[in-house]
DNA sequence: CTTGACCTTCCAACGATGGGAACCTATATC
DNA sequence: GATATAGGTTCCCATCGTTGGAAGGTCAAG
């Protein structure tokens, strides 16, 4: 297969597959003579581990760990544990601190007119909030 | 006031305060006959803004419109509010997908006996799980 | 043989920030 | 005045994952 086939067969870009290979998270694909990259059934296999371990979010290094146990069939299960719970912790602190940003930003909206007059509470906020961590 | 001073009055560190200039978001500052960049307490004051608006997670474009608002004395607050609905409509769909990300996460964690053997719901999702968007 | 779709590599950009080198200036102390 | 040190200046590089494009080679169909 070209890589654009195993593009579209992993949800993959030809463009990522080749940047995977580039930073080692991937091995080099087989070349033909061409020099066109070609890919097995099993590529597309571990291209599609790989983007779905992007949809989940974890980062590339994470997803190299998942990927070398995904390989290890002697693993223990703990492993993979721990790298997606340390990730999970990392995805709701992300959550927690948006989430005190909406909340911020929607009491001020709240008290923002949205008329034609000058005078707007957002504004006032961003003028005068900057120090205090109040967020 | 030295740019080491206002970095400190303002939050907002010297490196930054110099990108920000370089691209245009602030004007380029007042320069001693050292080549020292000279700032007044406006400055301060607009960089605290700046300050506030990085905190509450406005991209840099929509603080530069935000800080054309607030020099205009004459604006509608209409506008101000405009650019934090869309802001928080951002925030919120970020959230949610996050949200989405951890809870399918935390399923999977929660299917995992993380013990010394290699059974791992966690591998079979990234394994099987690429396509079907069941995030 | 030409056309168009695909592939190759290399380089740049995004957004916001930090790090560091090489060099210049200000200030305080000896 | 000399020197130490703390601060300023510019310029380049790295992050992280992804996309875009340019210049050029390959493949298949007409």
Redesign the pocket.
């Known amino acids: ?7 579209k067969a992993s949800g ?9 290979e580039q ?1 080692g998270l991937i091995p080099p ?1 087989n ?7 070609n890919y097995s059934a099993s590529d597309v296999h571990m291209l599609r581990f790989i983007r779905r371990g ?1 949809d989940l979010g ?6 190299n760990e998942l990927l070398g146990l995904w390989r290890d069939k002697s693993r223990q299960s703990a492993e993979v544990k721990r790298i997606a719970t340390a990730h999970i912790t990392e995805l709701r602190e992300k959550i927690d601190s948006l989430e005190q940003i909406a909340s911020t930003l929607q009491t001020l909206i709240e008290c923002c007119s949205g008329d034609d007059r000058p005078d707007c509470p957002i504004l006032d906020d961003l003028e005068n909030t900057a120090d205090r961590q109040q967020l």
């Not at 297969?1 to 593009?7: Q, R």
């Not at 070349?31 to 990259?37: A, D, I, L, Q, V």
């Open positions: 297969m070209n890589i654009g086939e195993v593009a993959v870009s030809a463009k990522m597959i080749r940047y995977y930073t694909a070349r033909r003579e061409s020099g066109y990259r992007r974890f980062p590339v290094a994470q997803i």
